[in-house]
């Protein structure tokens, strides 16, 4: 079902659109919530669409392994390894594990480096969506040049001050009163309560075990970040 699939041109009438998602701590759901926004955006409005996956971690490597286990239909480099060999060298990657893959019509970077940027952006992607994990100070520079920069953060009692210290760190930073700051497992009254205790814009992550379903909370969060 393709949600929103009448806004395709109104939306690539804006031109490249590129996506900067950052936590404020370790675990936070900084990848699920970028699956979620490329699968809507690149399935649900139909727009091509890139998933850039910054840190040096495993989590989007398992991913290809899944749907090509599963036969899902993924696509990707001809020398992609059979599915015994992918993934297996812990958190080191080898040039076969960094080829970019297809899933939900949105294709899929591991491990990506600041040395294949202009290779991507040549491709002419409508949006692309960048995953720096909780590594913002390692990789701020690229954050700040997105165009819509959105930190995932927590408001349970033993993570909000993760919160509230990203934005003190940042609150010198030109324009951060600006950026969207995501929250997982948190009714909207209590989200509606922090943006006005924290005086920024603070969205209530709709629950989705499954990133690549389209259900229409998640249609529309990404409408509304978009």
């Not at 992918?86 to 294709?107: D, P, W, Y």
Request: hydrophobic letters at 40%; one cysteine or more.
């Amino acid at each position: 079902m393709h949600i929103f699939k009448e806004s395709k041109k109104e939306y690539r009438s804006l031109g490249r659109l590129v996506i900067g998602i950052a936590g404020t701590h370790e675990g936070v759901g900084v990848t699920h919530l970028g699956l979620m926004l490329t699968s809507c955006i690149s399935e649900g409005i139909g727009l091509s669409t890139a998933f850039l996956h910054w840190p040096d971690s495993r989590d989007i490597c398992l991913l290809r392994n899944h749907f090509f286990s599963e036969d899902e239909g993924i696509s990707g480099n001809k020398n992609i390894p059979g599915k015994e060999g992918i993934c297996r060298s812990g958190h080191l990657f080898n040039s076969e594990q960094r080829e970019e893959f297809t899933v939900s019509k949105a294709s899929f970077y591991p491990g990506v480096g600041k040395e294949r940027m202009a290779e991507i952006l040549a491709k002419g992607y409508d949006c692309i969506v960048m995953d720096f994990g909780n590594a913002f100070k390692e990789h701020r520079e690229e954050f700040l040049r997105c165009d819509k920069k959105i930190v995932v953060g927590s408001l349970t009692p033993w993570k909000r001050y993760c919160l509230e210290d990203f934005i003190a760190e940042s609150e010198m930073i030109t324009g951060s009163s600006d950026w969207i700051y995501a929250i997982n497992f948190a009714a909207e009254r209590e989200v509606a309560v922090a943006a006005r205790s924290l005086n920024r814009r603070v969205l209530p992550v709709p629950y989705e075990r499954d990133p690549f379903f389209l259900s229409p909370g998640a249609m529309n969060f990404t409408k509304n970040i978009i």
